[in-house]
């Protein structure tokens, strides 16, 4: 059943890269941005992330790690309006700040030296991460191999009859690195890969199956 699997994923992302492309992608200028970006996106489209994270880069404080947590909760929640639910963010995003200040002093690099399955658990335990967010944080800001697995990866999975539609996220994100050989490529432009797919065929509302990448691998249409 793991090398069914394994081989299954391994042709999915081929199709996907084969016709996309790579993604080039890695959502934010520096690892602080990527952190700030991982909790504002958090129930909100990234275009109104953008904005707030515009309204922090021209507030000169977005460079600074230190220079965020100098500001108010109040001044904060101002500057990431733009996101919504900005007060409950703001709330969030010191939490990271100051787990991040105690951790490492904002040098991403130490982080990265540390072991995942140690660094992982005290992340979650920061109030306000949650699983999706903190292996954000990993992948993009610290650059560590843990898969990140979001809405789009359990739309399509399922739809594929993977896995079943409330599948925990913990189980989801093991369906890839149970099989996967730890790589922090190979997950950063996987899981691109999957975001664009999603966005462009495996729509909620109105998949385009027949052209989609991926529809080779679509057995009796959508679930």
């Known amino acids: 059943m793991r090398g069914k699997r394994e081989r299954l994923l391994r042709e999915m992302y081929a199709a996907m890269h084969d016709r996309l492309g790579p993604s080039g992608w890695w959502p934010g200028e520096t690892p602080l941005e990527v952190c700030v970006g991982a909790v504002l996106t958090q129930n909100t489209a990234w275009v109104n992330v953008k904005q707030a994270?515009?309204?922090?880069?021209?507030?000169?404080?977005?460079?600074?790690?230190?220079?965020?947590?100098?500001?108010?909760?109040?001044?904060?929640?101002?500057?990431?309006?733009?996101?919504?639910?900005?007060?409950?963010?703001?709330?969030?995003?010191?939490?990271?700040?100051?787990?991040?200040?105690?951790?490492?002093?904002?040098?991403?690099?130490?982080?990265?030296?540390?072991?995942?399955?140690?660094?992982?658990?005290?992340?979650?335990?920061?109030?306000?991460?949650?699983?999706?967010?903190?292996?954000?944080?990993?992948?993009?800001?610290?650059?560590?191999?843990?898969?990140?697995?979001d809405a789009y990866t359990r739309r399509i999975l399922h739809r594929h009859a993977m896995v079943p539609e409330d599948i925990p996220y913990h189980d989801l994100r093991d369906v890839f690195m149970d099989v996967l050989e730890p790589d922090v490529p190979l997950y950063n432009e996987y899981h691109a890969l999957i975001v664009r797919v999603a966005k462009d065929w495996c729509r909620a509302r109105t998949p385009r199956c027949a052209d989609c990448p991926l529809c080779p691998f679509l057995d009796g249409g959508v679930a």
């Open 53 to 149: 994270i515009q309204r922090l880069r021209d507030a000169q404080v977005l460079a600074s790690g230190h220079a965020l947590l100098a500001l108010s909760e109040a001044e904060l929640s101002e500057l990431i309006r733009p996101a919504g639910f900005f007060r409950l963010k703001a709330v969030r995003l010191r939490n990271l700040l100051r787990f991040l200040d105690d951790a490492c002093g904002f040098d991403f690099g130490v982080l990265a030296g540390q072991d995942l399955g140690d660094l992982r658990p005290r992340l979650l335990k920061v109030s306000g991460i949650g699983p999706e967010t903190a292996d954000s944080v990993l992948l993009y800001a610290v650059g560590l191999p843990t898969f990140v697995v």
